[in-house]
């Protein structure tokens, strides 16, 4: 994630999640936050549809298709194909040895494609590089969804976060992953890693 990217960023945020950021939040996590790391996912084919053409096409009849007409690109801030196609984001921070996941959302245009799950993936593979040790996270006692996602990845519940979420006062769940480098943890990943890469490769 760039600061370029924040305010498509924040079109997602708003449809995902029943409070949000401030802008300045993101800036601030991008410009001055060293252990924070934040990560978009891009829909290739809403960039490719809008490729500059090359010498030779560029004699061809174009076919022009409105980004406005694509799912959920219809506000002023999708109007550059750059950001429109932006589809989720998710973040994290490392303290000491401990990933703490910080968000991921996928607009809801995209859900229940795997590309959740590929985010996800993407965090603990993040969390791998940067030397963490543990995953953690917290989440809505209600939000069952997210809790499943976690789960399949070796998220446990921890305890509870009373009245965590200033919104609504809900409790949060704590949830941590076992030692991301036991070999029983990696193995599970990589397993689930590649049948994941093997589905959406399926899907085109
Ligand atoms: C949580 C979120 C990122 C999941 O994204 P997604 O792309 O729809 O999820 P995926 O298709 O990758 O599904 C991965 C797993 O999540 C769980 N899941 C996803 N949608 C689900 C649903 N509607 N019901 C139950 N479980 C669900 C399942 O465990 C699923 O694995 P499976 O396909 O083997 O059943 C998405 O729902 C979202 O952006 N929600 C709003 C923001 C949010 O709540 N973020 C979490 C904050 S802690």
Known sequence: MTLSDVPRVIEIERLAYPS???PSAYR???QDNRWAHYIVLRDKKILEEHVEPSASEAEKPRRFFPLSLLPGRSSTATTSPQLASIIGFAGL?????E????TIALHPDYRRQGLGEFLLISLIDIAY?????WVTL????SNYVAQNLYRKY???EAGLRHRYYSDNQEDALIMWTDEIHSPAYRQ???EQKAALLRKLEARG
């Open 20 to 22: 949000t950021w401030p």
């Open 93 to 97: 921070w490392l303290m000491v040895d």
């Open 99 to 102: 990933a703490h996941i910080t």
């Open 28 to 30: 601030k996590e991008l």
């Open 129 to 133: 590089t940067i030397g963490a040790r």
């Open 188 to 190: 599970k990943f990589q």
């Open 154 to 156: 070796g998220f446990r």
């Open 138 to 141: 917290e989440v809505r006692v």
